[in-house]
């Protein structure tokens, strides 16, 4: 028998619990009357640890031999662990991040409910389990008869222990649930004011963001780009590359060509460039913004041939935003530099890149020609 009653009162009750694990006290009552629930017993030990109470894995069963209790204590879910968190700002709105322990990228359940629905809190379930938005929801986002949702995540956030356990929703999954208000707005559902204004803010979210760049959003705003594999190239490719070719639109900057035409002493019309300057772009532009993806665009992208440009094949959400804010900064640090090998110094620099000085050695016979 489950002896939640006993368990609770060691942390002081059922408010002083709810305060600490940063629940509801509803919640804390219902384990009071009707037991702990297995996922929650090992985060309650390191709990009791951590505050100094006493207090045992047979605490949790009565009546039962140790093998038993041994046996239960090993079939406890493990909970993953948050590695990195930070704030991702969407427009106005700031959403708690975390990257776990097993990779997963999540967003606070609370933030999301903060965030999208616009309210101080509550249960995401409360806000789907209409009969406008349930059509449209993935099945890990359909509330289940107790409006449990199979998406959610417990986890611990590795910080106090009043916010040390908490829900997330993986980051695909919240992009899944801006589009079920999206798309029950576009089919002109009856939707309340509120559920409208939810629509509003998830249109807002899926402009702002894409499945695909919502993973580098999250790693940049927790700082785990900076342990991510460095070789993992399919995922830097389908990071950068979109599917197929964008159509063609002004990218590069006139004043790119003004800065290379007077450190290369070209007199001709910058709309007229030499085919050298193409050399300058991969060496200066796509080789500094990731190499990968540059040896990807050589050898496998159309030549860049009168509209058929690189920049065409870099994606909205990522890609290309990275490729402008790379060109300005290299506009920038041209606009400081008197010759061309003064930029190449400057940008190496700036980029880490080391400096390497080769010898060569020719036949002494060779010194008597002349």
Not at 349 to 368: C, D, L, N
Request: proline share 4%; net charge neutral; with cysteine.
């Amino acid at each position: 028998m489950d002896n939640g009653k006993s368990v609770i009162d060691k942390f002081g009750g059922q408010s002083a619990l709810a305060k600490l694990l940063g629940k509801r006290q509803s919640t804390v009552q219902h384990w009071y009357a009707n037991g702990i629930p297995a996922k929650w017993q090992a985060p309650l030990l390191e709990l009791a640890k951590e505050k100094g109470i006493e207090l045992k894995a047979d605490d949790f069963i009565g009546g039962l031999s140790l093998t038993a209790i041994a046996s239960t204590a090993e079939n406890l879910p493990v909970i993953p662990r948050a590695t990195h968190w930070g704030e991702l700002q969407i427009g106005d709105i700031s959403l708690p991040a975390y990257v776990l322990d097993n990779g997963e990228r999540v967003f606070s359940l609370k933030g999301i409910v903060v965030g999208l629905m616009g309210t101080e809190g509550g249960q995401l379930a409360e806000y789907v389990k209409v009969k406008t938005i349930i059509p449209y929801l993935t099945p890990e986002l359909t509330p289940a008869e107790n409006d449990s949702i199979s998406a959610l995540i417990n986890f611990d956030t590795g910080g106090p222990a009043f916010t040390k356990y908490a829900y997330g929703l993986p980051v695909e999954r919240f992009m899944d649930l801006c589009a079920a208000y999206s798309t029950a707005a576009e089919k002109e559902e009856k939707l309340t004011e509120r559920q409208k204004q939810i629509a509003q803010r998830a249109n807002s979210f899926l402009r702002s963001c894409a499945k695909v760049g919502i993973i580098a959003l999250v790693d940049e705003a927790t700082g785990y780009q900076y342990e991510r594999e460095q070789d993992a190239l399919q995922f830097k490719l389908k990071l950068f590359l979109g599917e197929e070719m964008r159509k063609w639109e002004k990218t590069f900057p006139d004043q790119l060509w003004v800065e290379f035409g007077r450190l290369t002493n070209w007199h001709g019309s910058a709309n007229q460039r030499p085919k050298y300057w193409g050399k300058l772009v991969m060496e200066l532009v796509y080789g500094y913004l990731d190499k990968d993806v540059a040896d990807w665009l050589k050898n496998n992208a159309p030549k860049p041939i009168g509209g058929m440009s690189y920049h065409r094949w870099l994606n909205d959400q990522y890609g290309l935003k990275k490729l402008i804010e790379h060109i300005w900064l290299l506009i920038g640090m041209a606009s400081a530099c008197t010759s061309m090998h003064e930029l190449r110094t400057k940008m190496a620099e700036k980029f880490g890149r080391i400096p390497v000085q080769m010898t060569f050695y020719i036949p002494a016979e060779a010194e008597s020609i002349k």
